[in-house]
């Protein structure tokens, strides 16, 4: 009789174990959080995450995405490689990155590597693979063929953020996943931003952040920036016709 009771003992309490592990599971989310949420330009924020991959690096960016191409870019390798590079931006939205290789100068064909979102990249023909770091911008990249001595062109097309904020001595989560950091805030207008942090294994969690107090009106947002720039070069330009045309009489 003792026997029975102390068996059902054990096995309520071990099925009470199972329940509290899948509850704490459940509610283990990968996620970041800010303090303060909003604050000035210059401001130094908290930023701590949760659940991204164990002893892994990661990068911080803050504001909006914004669709990034590079051309012509710098690159190392021989042999069938690993050829590799580096991004003129990051941090690099997980799934958005590809990579394109011209060889068609040595009389080689035009070939693309796309992004998994895990921080692999698939060539577009068997048995050549690659793979990109989010938070550095490194990609790399095998052949199937010994391209010593050919001529290559890469490109890439990405989406970044606004700002990399992340802290200059690199920042790597623990074993847990977890990270605590300090970041700056650049000199964005006022308004609501997110804040983005991103694993090299392709994890990523945003929150918002609200500015204020800042010299740069909300108007003024990046996109916002760039096109008035562009529109002072054309209004600058169509003067500058006007009185060549005036010489000219």
Do not use: C, H
């Not at 509290?20 to 701590?48: H, K, Q, R, W, Y």
């Amino acid at each position: 009789m003792r026997r029975k009771v102390y068996t059902t003992t054990i096995m309520v309490f071990m099925m009470i174990a199972m329940l509290l592990a899948t509850v704490l599971v459940a509610n283990a989310v990968l996620e970041i959080v800010v303090n303060p949420t909003s604050g000035m330009p210059f401001d130094s924020v908290e930023v701590t995450g949760t659940e991204f991959a164990a002893s892994n690096p990661i990068g911080i960016g803050i504001g909006v995405e914004v669709g990034t191409t590079d051309e012509d870019m710098s690159w190392a390798g021989t042999g069938v490689g690993p050829y590799y590079g580096k991004t003129s931006w990051w941090p690099i939205k997980p799934g958005s990155f590809v990579l394109e290789v011209d060889t068609t100068m040595s009389g080689g064909i035009l070939s693309t590597y796309t992004d998994n979102g895990d921080g692999t990249l698939s060539g577009s023909f068997e048995g050549a693979y690659g793979d990109v770091n989010y938070t550095t911008g490194e990609w790399s990249r095998t052949s199937t063929v010994d391209l010593t001595g050919n001529m290559q062109n890469y490109s890439a097309t990405y989406i970044r953020y606004e700002w990399n904020v992340t802290p200059a001595e690199g920042l790597t989560s623990g074993l847990d996943g977890a990270f605590t950091t300090n970041i700056t805030v650049p000199e964005l207008g006022n308004g609501t931003v997110p804040i983005t942090a991103i694993d090299e294994e392709g994890n990523f969690a945003a929150t918002d952040f609200t500015v204020y107090g800042s010299a740069i009106p909300e108007i003024f947002s990046f996109g916002a920036v760039i096109l008035l720039s562009s529109v002072a070069v054309i209004i600058a330009t169509f003067g500058f016709r006007k009185r060549i045309k005036i010489w000219k009489k």
